[in-house]
């Protein structure tokens, strides 16, 4: 089945840690993009990549990092400078195309121990 | 002004209602326009684009009106299934082909026996 799988679904990090969340699609889409989705609120655009070895800044990547080696593969890291991590992550893929929608993974739930 | 604005809700209806929800988006440069669903503590999936002539999907129709820049979702004979969160969304990439997606904070529709 073709998806977008995110791990893991929960995570807890403890003061001054990095953590690394996984996202991998074998959608063949070119596009991915991670998002940060905090209660009552709509989803914010940390980083997003539109082909291998690139990505570009969102709106709050501040405390965030990325990297894009390979297609399938979009992994998030959330630094020990993002000060408010606790939120839900989702990790979005698309055809690289402006008309066309993004499916998401499952997300991940991280919270501060 | 938010880029996409939807009326938070809680709407709460009796199943067999019919429901309509409205979304209005400040870049008149938009091109594409989606409807998400999420369901409490799950990521957002593709309900259905909306085209601007309009578009049904059994018992859901969307409506595009450019003119006064509002998105509209209506749910016919409401079903205890429906109850979730619905998410409008707004491609609001002013060039460059890149498919960035504004989502707004999405209302919310419970359905009651």
């Known amino acids: 089945d073709g998806g977008i799988t995110q791990s893991p679904k929960y995570l807890f990090r403890k003061e001054g840690q990095n953590v690394t969340l996984s996202c991998e699609q074998n959608l063949n889409h070119d596009a991915m993009y991670w998002y940060r989705q905090d209660p009552g609120q709509g989803l914010r655009l940390i980083y997003y990549s539109q082909i291998v070895n690139d990505f570009q800044k969102g709106d709050i990547a501040e405390g965030y990092s990325v990297s894009r080696e390979k297609k399938e593969s979009f992994p998030l890291t959330v630094t020990s400078a993002q000060k408010n991590p606790t939120a839900f992550y989702l990790c979005a893929s698309s055809i690289y195309s402006s008309n066309q929608p993004q499916h998401f993974g499952d997300g991940t739930r991280l919270s501060i121990l | 002004r938010k880029e996409v604005e939807q009326d938070p809700g809680p709407f709460n209806v009796p199943e067999g209602a019919t429901v309509a929800f409205n979304c209005t988006y400040s870049n008149s440069a938009s091109q594409s326009f989606f409807w998400y669903r999420q369901d409490c503590r799950k990521e957002p999936k593709l309900l259905m684009s909306v085209y601007s002539s309009g578009n049904e999907d059994g018992r859901f129709t969307a409506q595009l009106n450019r003119a006064s820049q509002y998105i509209s979702l209506l749910i016919r004979d409401s079903k205890l299934s429906d109850s979730a969160t619905y998410l409008c969304?707004?491609?609001?990439?002013?060039?460059?082909?890149?498919?960035?997606?504004?989502f707004g904070a999405g209302t919310r529709l419970a359905v009651h026996p």
């Open positions: 969304v707004v491609n609001g990439s002013p060039s460059g082909g890149y498919n960035k997606l504004i």
